[in-house]
């Protein structure tokens, strides 16, 4: 069954803020997990043996269910790890708590995106939110993690990818889980910095690595099988749980953001409806224009990674990649 979403410029042309989704998985009920055990929404087992520190991030934004779909059968299910420590994180409880399946875009955040308040002088200093009261406190369990996967799902049509900060470590570690097979590594978004851009997991030096998963379109089962697939082979990877012989997959592709656009005005446009992960061959393409600002290609076999189709001023509109 292909999912519910308009394709063509039905999308732009509807009037509404985002294109309508089917829901066609329930948001699960994380009230037993609330409490946490070490502050609230955060599991971490303790293997009492040797090994990396693995956290795994769901509900990083509240409408994003699938992960946490995710994280409540793995903690149902009691995996443990059987070398080092395994924390699972619902991250964004607040928003969550006002999942509405009649509005479901709405619970993004309460005040402000919990993924771009990851900046050091931010957190340290005296602005106050919702968000940054929740980052503050995840920060002293993120401080301790050798391994970030953070697990995200998509608005608008694209190619599922990971995300990564540019650390050569965590391209690689992306890479060698391979599903989804492509692998996009960026310098994040004007408006703030990520999960995976916090302080030592973008420093190459640092041998930390965190990887973003954008697993698929928001509430369908197929997001919560590629997020699945990918924590379970980072754990094996990692030496957490027990190796799995897994089938051979594609090799992956990598690619490298070479322009990230923030759109400036209200009047930005693309030029088509353009699917994330598409590939224009012929640099100067001309693909959105920015007011009186053509944006255009910067290069050939140029990938457009993760489109928002109806970008906001302010809002990273797309990124430009080559492979």
Same mark, same amino acid.
């Given at each position: 069954?292909?999912?519910?979403?308009?394709?063509?410029?039905?999308v732009?042309?509807?009037?509404?803020?985002?294109?309508r989704?089917?829901?066609?998985?329930?948001?699960p009920?994380?009230?037993?997990?609330?409490? =946490? !055990?070490? &502050?609230? $929404?955060?599991?971490?087992? %303790?293997?009492? +043996?040797?090994?990396?520190?693995?956290? /795994?991030? #769901?509900?990083?934004? =509240? !409408?994003? &269910?699938? $992960?946490?779909?995710?994280? %409540?059968?793995? +903690?149902?299910?009691?995996l443990?790890? /059987?070398? #080092?420590?395994?924390?699972?994180?619902?991250?964004n409880?607040?928003?969550?708590?006002?999942?509405?399946?009649?509005?479901?875009?709405?619970?993004?955040?309460?005040?402000?995106?919990?993924?771009?308040?990851?900046?050091?002088?931010?957190?340290?200093?005296?602005?106050?939110?919702?968000?940054?009261?929740?980052?503050r406190?995840?920060?002293?369990?993120?401080?301790?993690?050798d391994?970030?996967?953070?697990?995200?799902?998509?608005?608008?049509?694209?190619?599922?990818?990971?995300?990564?900060?540019?650390?050569?470590?965590?391209?690689?570690?992306?890479?060698?889980?391979?599903?989804?097979?492509?692998?996009?590594?960026?310098?994040?978004?004007?408006?703030?910095?990520?999960?995976?851009?916090?302080?030592?997991?973008?420093?190459?030096?640092?041998?930390?690595?965190?990887?973003?998963?954008?697993?698929?379109?928001?509430?369908?089962?197929?997001?919560?099988?590629?997020?699945?697939?990918?924590?379970?082979?980072?754990?094996?990877?990692?030496?957490?749980?027990?190796?799995?012989?897994f089938?051979?997959?594609?090799?992956?592709?990598?690619?490298?953001?070479?322009r990230?656009?923030?759109?400036?005005?209200?009047?930005?446009?693309?030029?088509?409806p353009?699917?994330?992960?598409?590939?224009?061959?012929?640099?100067?393409?001309?693909?959105?224009?920015?007011?009186d600002?053509?944006?255009?290609?910067?290069h050939?076999?140029?990938?457009?990674?993760?489109?928002?189709?109806?970008?906001?001023?302010?809002?990273?509109?797309?990124?430009m990649?080559?492979?």
């Amino acid at each position: 069954m292909k999912p519910l979403i308009p394709t063509g410029l039905d999308v732009l042309l509807r009037g509404a803020g985002a294109p309508r989704q089917a829901l066609r998985i329930p948001a699960p009920d994380i009230s037993r997990w609330r409490a =946490g !055990n070490v &502050i609230p $929404g955060v599991w971490s087992f %303790d293997s009492g +043996l040797p090994g990396q520190h693995v956290c /795994i991030v #769901g509900l990083t934004h =509240g !409408n994003e &269910i699938a $992960g946490a779909i995710l994280l %409540d059968r793995f +903690l149902r299910e009691k995996l443990r790890p /059987i070398h #080092g420590r395994l924390t699972l994180i619902l991250a964004n409880l607040d928003a969550f708590s006002r999942f509405d399946p009649d509005d479901p875009t709405a619970s993004r955040f309460l005040e402000e995106d919990l993924n771009r308040v990851w900046d050091i002088a931010l957190l340290d200093g005296p602005r106050r939110s919702c968000e940054l009261r929740r980052a503050r406190a995840l920060r002293p369990v993120l401080d301790t993690a050798d391994v970030i996967l953070d697990l995200h799902s998509m608005l608008w049509p694209s190619d599922p990818l990971f995300l990564v900060s540019g650390s050569p470590a965590s391209v690689e570690l992306a890479a060698e889980l391979g599903v989804p097979p492509l692998v996009v590594a960026d310098e994040g978004h004007a408006t703030g910095r990520r999960i995976i851009d916090y302080g030592p997991f973008s420093d190459p030096a640092s041998g930390r690595r965190a990887i973003l998963l954008e697993a698929g379109w928001h509430w369908e089962p197929e997001t919560v099988v590629r997020m699945e697939q990918a924590s379970r082979r980072l754990l094996a990877r990692t030496g957490l749980v027990p190796a799995t012989p897994f089938a051979s997959l594609t090799p992956p592709r990598v690619a490298h953001v070479t322009r990230t656009v923030t759109a400036r005005s209200a009047d930005f446009t693309f030029t088509q409806p353009w699917r994330g992960g598409v590939v224009i061959p012929q640099r100067g393409t001309l693909i959105a224009t920015d007011g009186d600002e053509d944006i255009r290609t910067p290069h050939d076999d140029c990938m457009l990674v993760m489109p928002s189709l109806l970008a906001q001023a302010g809002q990273t509109a797309v990124r430009m990649a080559r492979i």
